[in-house]
């Protein structure tokens, strides 16, 4: 399966914000934008010239980014949003968010989206009680996502469960810290969504 694997400071620093893809690493004084707060490369500080199609392409990466995945499943997941009732850019974002790695990491059983999707992987979750390993797996109302038992001991679910008192746990989502599990309520409005997004500019992008 195709996936970034280089450094994911250099893309917080590439949208000149924050993306928080290291977990607590994102939350120190390490954080690669707080030291060097401009793009990578030899030309990251002149600055560059912002056209109208240069804004709209970092809005969609800085999307992509956030999320973790590629051009051709995010302009799938933009063709299912614009086939939907509704904004496309809220579509879009909304379908973003049910994603079972976005879940899993919303209800703080991760330290990052990319813990997330491994421990997905895995095998570590279950969804109404069934194990699921497939990180886009779309998460529903009234479906409930739980650690699995073999995974409930493991360093990084505990550690994960710690920081995440450093996460607000959207309205859309219910979590038993306890248990180790949560429920979705309903699927996410837009002002329950706080990815710096501008989704028009998206849309914008994709309709030229």
């Known amino acids: 399966m195709a996936r970034y694997s280089g450094a994911d400071c250099r893309l917080c620093r590439r949208e000149g914000i924050k993306l928080f893809l290291k977990g607590d690493r994102c939350y120190s004084d390490k954080c690669a934008i707080e030291r060097r707060p401009y793009p990578p490369g030899m030309a990251g500080k002149k600055r560059p010239r912002d056209s109208e199609y240069r804004i709209q392409l970092r809005e969609k990466q800085k999307a992509k980014r956030i999320y973790g995945i590629l051009e051709k499943q995010f302009r799938n997941y933009y063709k299912l949003a614009s086939r939907t009732t509704g904004i496309t850019g809220e579509n879009l974002l909304r379908l973003l968010e049910s994603r079972l790695d976005n879940v899993v990491y919303r209800l703080g059983f991760a330290a990052s989206r990319d813990e997330a999707r491994q421990n997905v992987r895995h095998g570590h979750f279950l969804v109404d ?30 550690a994960a469960i710690i920081s995440s008192s450093k996460v607000e746990i959207p309205g859309w989502l219910e979590v038993d810290v306890e248990k180790l599990y949560g429920k979705v309520l309903s699927l996410p409005t837009r ?7 501008r989704e028009q500019l998206i849309v914008e992008l994709y309709s030229k």
Do not use: H, L
């Open 191 to 197: 002002d329950q969504i706080d990815a710096p997004v």
């Open 129 to 158: 009680g069934r194990r699921v390993d497939i990180p886009s797996y779309r998460i529903k109302p009234g479906q409930v996502v739980a650690v699995a038992d073999k995974a409930k001991e493991m360093t990084v679910v505990k």
